[in-house]
Structure formats: structure tokens, C-alpha cells
């Protein structure tokens, strides 16, 4: 189904997000975790792509299989990270030819130990670009793109990354996914900047379910998320990883419940490869339309 059709149902769409895992092993669990989260009845599955497309085949192997075995939808995420347009047409060709049904078109982060995003010469400097040129010349594929509840870290300000994504979306963007976040009200506070902004493409709220405190600290440290005070409080009251694991479940359910009572129209798990906790989240919730 196209993403526009898809987001115009009564469900809340729902997606998880995966990575390409290094190892047999790794790819053996990654396959059982997305069987067992199939009983959600998720509407597509993406896969990321890592930085300078070092895991370019991988990924699409991930969706084509994640396809394949499960007859669902899937997307790829793309960046302009090391490609010349041509080598990112090359890329949006094999996708075509892997049937996978979605691009997360992004600029990408700077890959591991340089400090900024560099354009390659016959690249793209950012993601509208790869947006207008999907629209362009591969139009069958659905497009996601980022957006950031509590603003690019590069961004001049917060307007001028909303503008930025109202650029995305002008280009093309059939929804926005979100950064994560772990404050509700930071999520609120950009969906209604979208709208007083003009943007009427669905804004979807990005969760990443806590697994440790660790972990936590690690990602929002990256992403420079804002990790709540009283949320590491909790963490932090038990050194140990059965506690820690139900105190970031009880959070991202709360957070959840919250937002499908908010009516949003749909929910995106950066699941991480793993079931158990996003499982656990959406046995608790309740009025989740599928
Ligand atoms: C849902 C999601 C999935 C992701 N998946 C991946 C992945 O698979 N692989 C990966 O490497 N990374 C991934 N990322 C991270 C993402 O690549 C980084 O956050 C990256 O730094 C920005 O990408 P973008 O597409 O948002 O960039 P852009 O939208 O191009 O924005 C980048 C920066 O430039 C600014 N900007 C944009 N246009 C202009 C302009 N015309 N003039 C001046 N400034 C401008 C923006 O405000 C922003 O600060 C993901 C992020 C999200 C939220």
C-alpha cells in the first residue's frame, strides 16, 4: 500500500526500526525478534543505513528478506554520506529491484571519526535534495523523512530547522518520523511548530524504549536527546538490568499510551533489533487502532 493511502486509513500506523547486524548470529536474531513482532500486525519494517553506506547491501538484504518471509512492507533508509548522485541512483535502482516499498531519505551523520557532514563532489549537501531527485525519478517509492522534536543539533535554530523540514516536505515527503525523545511535551510542542508552519503530512513520534541506563545515557548522548530527571532518578535507584529494563518499559509505555490518546497517527519503535520490550510496551497500552 502507498504510504499517503496508508496514513489516510483509521490506523495508527505502526514501524519498526532495525539495523544491519554484523554477524550470522546477529541476522539469525534479528529475524526471530521480527517474527515475533509480526503479532503486532506492524504495517512496515525499515533498516538503517550505515554510515557511508558500509552496510549498503546489507540493508537492502534486510529488507528484502524482512519482505519476503513476513509479506510485509519495508523501508530502506538512504543518506548522502559518500555517494555521488549517480551512486545513489544506483541505489534507489537496486531498491526498486529489491521490491522495497519505502526510502527514510536523509543526509546521514559524518561517518565514524570526522567532525562535520562533507558533500562528495556530484553528491547532495542535504536531505531535500535526495527527496526532490526520489520524487523525481523514482516516484513509486513512499518517502519518510527526519524530523526533530528538539532540533538538529547543527540547526542555526529551531526555525530555521523547521523550515528546513517544510523544504523536505515541499520536495516530496509523504510523513515525517521523529528523532526520539523521552519528554512527551517536547513531541507536542513540534507537532503543533509543523502545523503553524504548514506542514500537513503526518508526523510520527519516534520511541526508543530504555534497556539500561547505559544505553540510554550512550544514544541520547549522540542524538542529544533530553533524558528527564527524574526518568534517570528511577534508572539509577537499582544497579541492575531486570530493574533497569522495567523502569525504561514502564516510561516508554506511559509515553506511548499518552500518544495514541493524543490521536497521533502513528508510532515508530526503534525496536534495535530486539522484541522483548517493545512487545512488553504494546501489551500494556490500550486504543492502539489496527
Ligand atoms: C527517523 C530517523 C532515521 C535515521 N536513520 C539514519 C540512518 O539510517 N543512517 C544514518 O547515518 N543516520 C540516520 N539518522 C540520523 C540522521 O542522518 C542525522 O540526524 C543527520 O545528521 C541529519 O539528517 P537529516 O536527513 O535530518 O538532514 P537534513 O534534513 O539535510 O538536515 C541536516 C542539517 O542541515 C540543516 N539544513 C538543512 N537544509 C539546510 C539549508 N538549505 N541551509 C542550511 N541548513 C540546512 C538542518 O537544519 C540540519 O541541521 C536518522 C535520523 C532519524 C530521525
Known amino acids: 500500500m502507498n504510504l499517503r493511502q496508508l496514513f489516510s486509513s483509521d490506523r495508527c500506523v505502526l514501524s519498526f526500526e532495525l539495523f544491519p547486524p554484523k554477524s550470522e548470529a546477529g541476522m539469525a536474531d534479528l529475524m526471530k525478534s521480527v517474527g515475533e513482532l509480526t503479532v503486532h500486525q506492524p504495517d512496515f519494517f525499515t533498516c538503517t543505513y550505515g554510515a557511508g553506506g558500509s552496510t549498503r547491501d546489507r540493508t537492502l538484504a534486510i529488507a528484502r528478506s524482512v519482505r519476503e518471509s513476513f509479506k510485509i512492507s519495508v523501508a530502506s533508509h538512504l543518506t548522502c554520506v559518500g ?7 544506483n ?26 557532514f562533507q558533500v562528495v563532489a556530484g553528491g547532495l549537501r542535504y536531505a531535500n535534495e ?10 513509486e517509492f513512499g518517502i519518510l523523512v527526519a524530523g526533530y522534536p528538539e532540533v538538529h543539533q547543527e540547526a542555526a535554530s529551531a526555525e530555521a530547522d523547521l523550515q528546513n523540514l517544510v523544504r523536505k516536505v515541499d520536495a516530496g515527503a509523504d510523513a515525517v518520523v521523529t528523532q526520539l525523545f523521552y519528554q512527551n511535551e517536547d513531541f507536542f510542542r513540534f507537532r503543533d511548530d509543523c502545523i503553524r508552519a504548514g506542514i500537513t503530512v503526518p508526523i510520527v ?22 533524558l528527564p530527571a527524574a526518568f534517570v532518578a528511577k534508572l539509577q535507584q537499582h544497579d541492575d538490568p531486570e530493574w533497569q529494563f522495567r523502569v525504561g518499559v514502564e516510561h516508554a509505555t506511559l509515553q506511548t499510551q499518552e500518544l495514541i490518546d493524543a490521536g497521533v497517527p502513528g508510532i515508530h519503535f526503534y525496536v534495535l533489533n530486539k522484541s522483548h520490550a517493545t512487545s512488553r510496551i504494546l501489551a500494556n497500552v490500550s486504543g492502539l487502532k489496527r
Open 91 to 116: 541505489y534507489l535502482r537496486c531498491a526498486r529491484e529489491n521490491q522495497i516499498d519505502y526510502i527514510v531519505a536523509l543526509r546521514g551523520d559524518p561517518p565514524r571519526g570526522a567532525n562535520s
Open 205 to 226: 513520534p519516534g520511541l526508543l524504549p530504555a534497556l539500561s541506563l547505559k544505553q540510554v545515557r550512550r544514544i541520547t548522548s549522540l542524538c542529544k536527546s533530553n
Open 130 to 139: 535526495l527527496v526532490g531527485l526520489i520524487r523525481s525519478e523514482y516516484p
Open 83 to 89: 555517494s555521488t548522485t549517480a551512486g545513489l541512483r
